[in-house]
Nanobody, 113 residues
C-alpha cells in the first residue's frame, strides 16, 4: 500500500523559510504527479502546489503562495519538496502531500508574527 509521509514542519516566525519533504513508499519509482495542500484551523483544505509526473519542470501554484513557494521532486518520483519563503502568519496550517488518491497525514507549520 502506498504511504506518504511529510516532514520538515515546525514553528517559525514571519519572514522565515522552511522546506517540507514528502516521502513515498510502497510503490515503485515512476512519473507521479505530486501535490501539496494545506488546511488552516476552521478553514477548508486549500491547494498549494503541484508538479507534473512526466515533466518535472511543469508546476502549478495556488494564488496565495505564488512567488514565495517552490515545489520540486526528485527524478524517481518518490520524494517531493515544498520550499516556502517569506512565510506569513496566514500560511499557518497543516500541510499535506498527495499522490492521488493517496494522502499523507500532514505536518503542522505554525507561523508567528
Amino acid at each position: 500500500q502506498v504511504q506518504l509521509v511529510e516532514s520538515g514542519g515546525g514553528s517559525v516566525q514571519a519572514g522565515s523559510s522552511l522546506t517540507l519533504t514528502c516521502t513515498a513508499s510502497g510503490r515503485t519509482a515512476g512519473s507521479y504527479t505530486m501535490a501539496w495542500y494545506r488546511q488552516a484551523p476552521g478553514k477548508e483544505r486549500e491547494f498549494v502546489a503541484a508538479v507534473q509526473g512526466r515533466r518535472r519542470n511543469v508546476t502549478e501554484y495556488g494564488d496565495s503562495v505564488k512567488g514565495r513557494f517552490t515545489i520540486s521532486r526528485d527524478n524517481t518520483g518518490m520524494t517531493a519538496y515544498l520550499q516556502m519563503n517569506s512565510l506569513k502568519p496566514d500560511d499557518t496550517a497543516i500541510y499535506s502531500c498527495s499522490d492521488h488518491p493517496f494522502w499523507g497525514p500532514g505536518t503542522p507549520v505554525p507561523v508567528s508574527s
